[in-house]
């Protein structure tokens, strides 16, 4: 199994996602076990969610990881921390 880079990616108009990044290619990004950020709280900015994860898991709105997505427009990547990860990954799924 390859150890990918955890990454959070905000799009131009798909919103924002964290997951692995498989590939980049100008502003095409695969990302695998992916989860949309729909909704956030406990992080005062993307960098923040990147650096320190969510300090509000329960409040926050991710729903399901899909297996693979590819945005087409990326406007910013962020390298994701291991505690942050580990947080991301903590917020429960949101139906």
Do not use: H
Not at 5 to 15: D, P, Q
Not at 40 to 51: C, V
Request: with cysteine; aromatic share 8%.
């Amino acid at each position: 199994m390859e150890n990918r880079k955890y990454v959070i990616v905000r799009t131009y108009s798909a919103g924002v996602f964290a997951g692995e990044l498989a590939s980049r290619n100008g502003k095409e990004v695969v990302l695998l076990n992916a989860r949309r950020l729909w909704y956030w709280a406990g992080a005062a900015s993307l960098s923040q969610m990147a650096m320190e994860g969510t300090k509000e898991p329960a409040a926050c709105k991710f729903p399901c990881p899909v297996g693979c997505v590819e945005l087409l427009e990326a406007i910013e990547i962020l390298d994701v921390t291991p505690v942050a990860r580990k947080s991301i990954e903590s917020v429960p799924v949101w139906e």
